[in-house]
């Protein structure tokens, strides 16, 4: 399968760039980064375009890739429902092409998701803490959003209120950005790579779920399964879980 990675130059791109050239089956075509013009001379007959660069040039590089009839598998970060659904209308008009936008390929990080979601309904208070390397330009993370957005659908769900907090005085803004209800507090630390701790707290208890990416070598099976699966899913997937059975 030949494969485009767009990006190339950054963090993600390299690796992934790596992953393809070492895996059986699939062969690198090309490598694009900021400056260059997604089109379908530039895709060089790519398949599959594997896009990880930043969240302002996400959505523009997606509707490019789609636009040139190619299969799109999206890490980047920085989604929101008028772009994902802009992608859908797009890809409306493409049939027989997909696109899969996830905001973790990592296995690890995509159970605790799902985790995080089952547990919701059974405490009364939940947080989300992430913790990336400090080169990172958005916060909190795409993942620790999606964490945060599901645990306060669960507790919706649930009929659950809102979680116990007596703050009256916060102006400094210690307790963390509030997604839906749910505190999410960003950690940015020279050393890190891709981390997040999800805490759940009732009276006597409490329950954590961690995952941690110690390289991005860890962001390449999920990568890998997106790449291998797109073409067999019509129209927009949004999250690695959708192709996982959990
Ligand atoms: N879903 C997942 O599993 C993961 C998602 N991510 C996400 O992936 C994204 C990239 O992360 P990371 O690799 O660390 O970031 P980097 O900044 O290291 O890499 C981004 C690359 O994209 C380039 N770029 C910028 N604009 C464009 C453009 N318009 N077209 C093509 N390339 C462009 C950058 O060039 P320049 O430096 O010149 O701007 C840079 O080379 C982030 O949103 C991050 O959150 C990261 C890890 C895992
Ligand atoms: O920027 C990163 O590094 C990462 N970004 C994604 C996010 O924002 O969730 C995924 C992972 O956490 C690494």
């Known amino acids: 399968m030949k494969i485009a990675v767009i990006g190339a130059k950054g963090r993600m791109g390299q690796a992934m760039s790596a992953g393809v050239e070492q895996t059986d089956g699939l062969e690198l075509v090309a490598q694009l980064d900021a ?16 896009e990880f660069t930043r969240p302002d040039s996400t959505l523009k590089n997606t509707l ?10 999206v890490g980047t970060t920085g989604w929101t429902d008028e772009g994902l659904d802009q992608v ?3 890809l409306e008009t ?3 092409v997909g696109a899969i936008i996830a905001p973790n390929y990592a296995l690890s990080a995509v159970l605790a998701m799902s ?5 919701a309904a059974y405490f009364e208070s939940a947080e989300v803490i992430e913790l990336h390397h400090p080169n990172k330009v958005d ?21 659950l209120g809102p979680m116990p907090d007596a703050t009256e005085t916060d102006p400094g803004g210690a307790r963390g950005a509030n997604i839906d209800g749910v505190h ?6 020279r050393g890190l790579t891709a981390h997040e701790e999800i805490v759940f707290g ?3 208890e409490q329950f954590t779920i961690r995952t941690d990416s110690f390289d991005r070598e860890s962001f390449f099976p999920g990568v890998l399964l997106a790449v291998r699966e797109v073409s067999g899913r019509p129209g927009l997937t949004y999250g690695l879980d959708q192709l996982m059975d959990i």
């Open 35 to 50: 400056g260059d013009e997604i089109t379908t001379e530039s895709l060089n007959g790519a398949e599959v375009a594997i």
């Open 64 to 73: 490019a890739v789609i636009g040139a009839g190619v299969h799109c598998v």
């Open 88 to 90: 859908r209308e797009l």
């Open 94 to 96: 493409k049939p027989g």
């Open 115 to 119: 985790f995080a979601k089952k547990a």
């Open 139 to 159: 916060a909190p993370s795409g993942t620790a959003l999606t964490t945060a957005k599901g645990i306060a659908q669960a507790r919706r769900e649930a009929g």
């Open 184 to 189: 999410v507090h960003a950690v940015r630390l």
């Open 202 to 204: 009732n009276p006597g």
